[in-house]
């Protein structure tokens, strides 16, 4: 069994994601430890909020520290996340009616907390990009491959 006060939460450095990690005798050095981002960010939120869904738009304060560590968080529910109507399917054939015979690329990740999950180029020939886009959908991803293609097209009539 494992002493509480061996346990803790940290940032890792690395990923920049928040962990809980297991230590030893040296109390900066992690035997093992595990991605918590989301379960920090969840209990944050429900200390903030006393354990009740906040409507959109609602806040809460939370200080905490002391003398000139004194630190305020500000908790806030945003809107709702609009949905793109659109699928993948429906997408990927407006890409195609755009560029016929070109090829696109799919990733899904980050290297840091702070960029989308999903990313899109529209390739011709072997590496000449004609859009690119990020989101946090696929259909996010591609929406802002062919917005970004259509906000560079010159005005008609110029």
């Known amino acids: ?48 909020f006393d354990g009740q869904m906040p409507e959109h738009g609602q806040s809460a304060h939370l200080t905490f520290g002391g003398g000139d560590e004194q630190f ?12 793109d109507e659109a699928t993948v399917t429906e997408l990927l054939d407006a890409v195609e009616r755009r ?7 799919f990733a899904k990740g980050r290297l840091s907390a702070t960029e ?22 696929a259909e996010l991803a591609i929406r802002a491959a062919l917005d970004a293609a259509k906000a560079a097209e010159p005005e008609a009539g110029r």
């Open 116 to 137: 989308p999950l999903y990313g899109f180029q529209v390739l011709f020939g072997s590496d000449e990009i004609l859009a690119e886009g990020e989101g946090e959908s």
């Open 99 to 105: 560029w016929p015979g070109s090829f696109w690329h």
């Open 1 to 48: 069994m494992v002493a509480l006060n061996k346990v803790g939460i940290r940032v890792a450095p690395l990923s920049n994601r928040i962990v809980l990690a297991r230590f030893g005798k040296d109390a900066h050095v992690a035997l093992e430890k595990r991605d918590a981002m989301n379960e920090f960010l969840q209990a944050l939120v429900q200390y903030a």
């Open 72 to 83: 305020e968080c500000v908790v806030t529910r945003g809107k709702a996340a609009q949905r």
